[in-house]
């Protein structure tokens, strides 16, 4: 199975601070038609998962500019630019280049 | 706009059978591959099952392989997985998830709000 590491744990952030995430997979996501399949999900609290980055890069329809997505091959990494109240919650990222379909463990975002 | 309404979630014995249900509306029901994804009280995200548009090829995590059975009835928008055997282990919420048509099943682009199930 395809193993997702994401580091850290958890970040506490100043509001208005940057953030990042990174996220690491055991084998190369690259697809045969050179999409990467790595897709970042936001869990706010007491919500459902929602997603925010698809193929490693592309924001999803209305989330904020703030949010942007990088990498390539095994090494990925999420930004918040500026974080904001409404960002907190649990940031997951997943890989659908293989099965099973797995994700990282998850980075819980607080505010400092 | 897409919505996934999930039900049948509940209190089981061990041993025992569920049937959970993902009711869709909002998009092409068929021409979308669909997943079932839980999450256990406290923990993180799982994988559990997806199936094709058509029906035709389903998947499962290796946890549930032989025990769960995805479905779909795309006459009715409707996707499904039965649950039988059930363990303690398999205490969670479990979400439906739409994919978003990329050749990978796991872009999902749409959730449901969560079914409850406790073994």
């Known amino acids: 199975d395809v193993v997702m590491t994401q580091s850290p744990l958890s970040l506490s952030v100043t509001l208005g601070q940057p953030a990042s995430i990174s996220c690491r997979s055991s084998q190369s996501l690259v697809f045969s038609d050179g999409s990467t399949f790595l897709n970042w999900f936001q869990q706010r609290p007491g919500q459902s998962p929602r997603r925010l980055i698809y193929k490693v890069s592309n924001r999803d329809s209305g989330v904020p500019d703030r949010f942007s997505g990088s990498g390539s091959g095994t090494d990925f990494t999420l930004k918040i630019s500026r974080v904001e109240a409404e960002d907190v919650g649990v940031y997951y990222c997943m890989q659908g280049r293989y099965w099973p379909l797995t994700f990282g463990g998850g980075t819980k975002v607080e505010i400092k | ?119």
């Open chain 2, 1 to 119: 706009e897409v919505q996934l309404l999930e039900s049948g979630g509940g209190l089981v014995q061990p041993g025992g059978s569920l049937t959970l249900s993902c009711a869709a509306s909002g998009f092409t029901f068929s021409s979308y591959a669909m997943s079932w994804v839980r999450q256990a009280p406290g923990k993180g995200l799982e994988w559990v099952s997806s199936i094709s548009g058509s029906g035709g090829n389903t998947f499962y995590a290796d946890s549930v392989k032989g025990r769960f059975a995805i479905s779909r009835d795309n006459s009715k928008n409707t996707v499904y997985v039965e649950m039988s055997s059930l363990r303690t282990e398999d205490t969670a919420v479990y979400y439906c998830a739409k994919a978003d048509g990329s050749p990978s099943y796991g872009a999902f682009d749409a959730w449901g709000q969560g079914t409850v199930v406790t073994v």
